[in-house]
T-cell receptor, first 109, second 115 residues
Framework: DAKTTQPTSMDCAEGRAANLPCNHS???????VYWYRQIHSQGPQYIIH???NNETNEMASLIITEDRKSSTLILPHATLRDTAVYYC??????????FGQGTRLTINP | GAVVSQHPSWVICKSGTSVKIECRSL??????MFWYRQFPKQSLMLMAT?????????EQGVEKDKFLINHASLTLSTLTVTSAHPEDSSFYIC???????????FGPGTRLTVT
């Protein structure tokens, strides 16, 4: 699986868009980019995934660069409940998820 | 949809005893379930992958005789921590993938404390 790198922590004001970057420069052509988040003392929650095209769902948008070496998860209107650790994972098919340290996002009032 | 439950949510047991944790997919059938462990301030570490009706595949360094996994049906997997020791105290999380999907849906986790 491609290794991903994320900033250790980020802060964002409530109501603003939170943009979480992820680098995956060694990603292969058939590896998807998945995003999960983990709120304190809970199991991880699936957010979104994509291969090449940008994706949007009710939770977030995923912007993948044309060369696929990086991506950005966008939470359009962050709330206090979005405070969590966000994990960016690159994997192919049914491979097992390998969690890195993720980005600790803090939404401030 | 895609809800995974775990039972119990927390458990305290004495050193040397065994503890069973259940993981259920409530509204879908899961041919594959995964078990993770998470120590404080650390990320999730995959322990094993279980497929319904077959033996679990354990990650390197995970003792299969200590962490017994049974995936007897398409909606239930169990993890039994045998002869528990204080160092087994951790947050245990399961996940499940619906048939023919790659997304994993996670349970709420079980906090085990061994005294």
């Amino acid at each position: 699986d491609a290794k991903t790198t994320q900033p250790t922590s980020m802060d964002c004001a409530e109501g603003r868009a939170a943009n979480l970057p992820c680098n995956h420069s060694t990603i292969s052509g058939n590896e998807y980019v998945y995003w999960y988040r983990q709120i304190h003392s809970q199991g991880p929650q699936y957010i979104i995934h994509g291969l090449k095209n940008n994706e949007t769902n009710e939770m977030a948008s995923l912007i993948i660069t044309e060369d696929r070496k990086s991506s950005t998860l966008i939470l359009p209107h962050a709330t206090l409940r979005d405070t969590a650790v966000y994990y960016c994972i690159a994997l192919q098919g049914a491979q097992k998820l390998v969690f890195g340290q993720g980005t600790r996002l803090t939404i401030n009032p | 949809g895609a809800v995974v439950s775990q039972h119990p949510s927390w458990v305290i047991c004495k050193s040397g005893t065994s503890v069973k944790i259940e993981c259920r997919s409530l509204d879908f059938q899961a041919t594959t379930m995964f078990w993770y462990r998470q120590f404080p301030k650390q990320s999730l570490m995959l322990m094993a992958t279980s497929n319904e009706g077959s033996k679990a595949t354990y990650e390197q360094g995970v003792e299969k005789d200590k962490f017994l996994i049974n995936h007897a049906s398409l909606t239930l997997s169990t993890l039994t921590v045998t002869s528990a020791h204080p160092e087994d105290s951790s947050f245990y999380i399961c996940s499940a993938s619906p048939w023919e999907e790659y997304e994993q849906y996670f349970g709420p986790g079980t906090r085990l404390t061994v005294t």
